[in-house]
């Protein structure tokens, strides 16, 4: 005598039907929030709406990459670098009222002043520097501690 498998196939079968149209459902409430406010075009639309709008997004980014690089590359010419030393030339007088300021670039091409106190008065030198060296004048050696200052600065 076989056993009767009836009833045990028709609770499977309906158990089956259950879970596909809880599925069915959990898909087609997703597929409505996808498509919501697509409007007549439906999906097809919206994605291509995305596609543009994905296009429009990858120009945008290409010229900020340009900005910044140009941004960048300009940057390298702007004072980057400051170095200050203050010192006492003469004996005579009190106190390291004299300084020297060092004003390079990335590439360590820029500008040092130097003012020099004494009891009669301030006085103001100027020196070219570039790539660390001094062109038309010879540094001294306070003005050569200042550049390197400057250039030993970490940039951050």
Not at 47 to 73: F, G, P
Request: aromatic share 8%; net charge positive; glycine share 10%.
């Amino acid at each position: 005598m076989l056993p009767n498998f009836t009833p045990l196939l028709l609770i499977l079968s309906f158990a089956w039907l259950v879970g596909l149209t809880i599925l069915f459902w959990r898909m087609l409430v997703h597929y409505n929030k996808l498509i919501q406010g697509g409007g007549k075009e439906g999906i097809r639309g919206l994605l291509e709406q995305v596609l543009k709008e994905s296009r429009e997004n990858k120009k945008d980014i290409e010229n900020l990459r340009s900005y910044c690089d140009k941004i960048e590359k300009e940057g390298h010419f702007h004072i980057q670098k400051v170095g200050l030393l203050r010192f006492n030339p003469f004996k005579d007088t009190g106190g390291d009222q004299s300084f020297i300021l060092s004003l390079v670039d990335k590439d360590d091409t820029g500008v040092i002043i130097s003012g020099l106190y004494s009891r009669s008065g301030l006085r103001w030198y100027a020196k070219k520097v570039e790539r660390g060296k001094g062109i038309e004048h010879e540094l001294s050696d306070e003005e050569k501690r200042a550049l390197r200052q400057a250039v030993n600065t970490k940039n951050s």
